[in-house]
Nanobody
Framework: VQLVESGGGLMQPGGSLRLSCAVSGGIFTIYAMGWHRQAPGKERELVAAITSGGSTFYADSVKGRFTVSRDNAKNTMYLQMNGLKPEDTAVYYC?????????WGQGTQVTVSS
């Protein structure tokens, strides 16, 4: 199973970015999917998640600003990030889980700076 993130980049505070996570080699519809991030010197943290049934979870720090979604026809998960803040700067990773199976992408850098 391969996960490939895209959509990261440099954005000014208050701006928006949309990350994508394309999954191949597995049955996308069965996976619970998540977005994690890791800032320099900090531990990796869960930002948002979406179950196979479409239920969502958000960390308090991103509630009301980020939206996670999935398109099962395209085997892709998205993270719409609005109202970006400098503290959102991190490498963002996507993760797919099913039972004991767990797969990670390589990460995409998001930098929020003026």
């Amino acid at each position: 199973v391969q996960l490939v993130e895209s959509g990261g980049g440099l954005m000014q505070p208050g701006g928006s970015l949309r990350l994508s996570c394309a999954v191949s080699g597995g049955i996308f519809t069965i996976y619970a999917m998540g977005w994690h991030r890791q800032a320099p010197g900090k531990e990796r943290e869960l930002v948002a998640a979406i179950t196979s049934g479409g239920s969502t979870f958000y960390a308090d720090s991103v509630k009301g600003r980020f939206t996670v979604s999935r398109d099962n026809a395209k085997n892709t998960m998205y993270l719409q990030m609005n109202g970006l803040k400098p503290e959102d700067t991190a490498v963002y990773y996507c993760r797919a889980e099913y039972g004991v199976e767990s797969y990670w992408g390589q990460g995409t850098q998001v930098t929020v700076s003026s």
